[in-house]
Structures are given as structure tokens and as C-alpha cells.
């Protein structure tokens, strides 16, 4: 996701408080309708973070291996343009970028993409660690830009606790790092929901 899991709790309770206050978004006839720049800065961080998570589950090893790729060159030279532009993909601006999204996120793709628009091009930069867990976004740089931060850390061990032949999830008495149904649950497309982020601190979160 795009920050720290306290930064993000914060933009949460301001956006309710708001919301509880009568304050609305979205606008009346003498405002210019616009969703929350808050509300859509948390949905692109899920995404981010579901993106990172089906790299992980590798549900298609391809993709996942080819976007691996993606994250591991974002701060090279010709890498950093092409993972722009894999954030921002869409069917008609880069068919193939979008294409191999679409082999992860499946019958979700229209939820999810593109995770930042196009037109935002101009205002953001990407940098990639890799060895965090939680993301930032920086202030306004010199040249106008934000620089937003996401932590690619090392795919840690993934236990599978789940039974496919049953449905049923399986009791985890050992220390696990990553349960593949604590996975599954955080991949579930409710971006408008307040699940903003996983309460397991090592699935990335990316907003500060």
C-alpha cells in the first residue's frame, strides 16, 4: 500500500469524522464533484498491496515471475518509466502492461485498473525498497512531483493452512509469518470497504 499502517488508521478516522460531520466528497451543485483525494490515495495503496500479494501466491507463475521483474528494475533507468506505466495501464495506453495485470487479477480487472490514471502521469514518481514493509509519499518535490515509495520486501514463507478438498482452513498451532488464508481474506475486491490494510505487518503496506 502507499504508507504506514498509523498513517493510514489516521486518514480512516478523519474521512469517518468527516462523514459523521455531513461533510461529503462527493459535491453539490455550487462544488465540483471529485471523489476524496484521501479515499483514492488509500484504495491505489490497496491495490498495490493485492498486486504484491497475487506476485506472492504466484495462483500464475508466469505473470507473477514476468511482474517480479517489474518491481525488482523500478529504479533503473528504463526501468522506472516502465513501471510507471505499468501503474497506470489501461486497455487503449499499454495493452500488454494491461494484459498481464489482467492474468492476475482475472475477473477483478476492471476494480483494480488502472491503479493510478494516466493523467496523473505528470505529478508522481515511483521508487521501489526493498526492504520494508511500509511505503510514503513524499511532499511536493522542486520539479512539482510526489514521489511515492513501495516496499517490494522478500516473499517470506507462505504456510498453507488450507485444506482445498474440505474448503476449510486448517488449525496453525506452529509460529507462521504468512498464512495463505490470511492472504486470501486480504484479497478479497472490497476496495471501498475500511479493510485498508492487512493486520499482519509483513503484508506490505504502501502511505505517509
Known sequence: MIGSREWISRVQDIISESKQNGDNFSNNSDKIETPSYFEEVLKQGKKISH???????EQDKE????????????NTEKGKEDFKKLLMATKETEPDKYNLLDKIFKENTHLYLP????????FFE??????KFEGNIS?????????ITIPYPPRPEIFD?????????VEVKQFTVIKQS???EWLKPDLDKDYIFEANPYIPVTSS
Do not use: C, M
Open 126 to 131: 515511483f521508487r521501489v525498497v526493498f526492504d
Open 51 to 57: 498486486l504484491i500479494s497475487h506476485i506472492w501466491l
Open 139 to 147: 511532499d511536493i518535490q522542486p520539479n512539482g512531483k510526489i514521489t
Open 182 to 184: 490470511e492472504l486470501r
Open 161 to 169: 493452512d488450507i485444506d482445498e478438498v474440505n474448503n476449510t482452513t
Open 115 to 122: 491503479i493510478f490514471h494516466p493523467d496523473d502521469a505528470k
Open 63 to 74: 505473470a507473477a515471475q514476468e511482474l517480479d521483474g517489474y518491481f525488482k528494475r523500478a
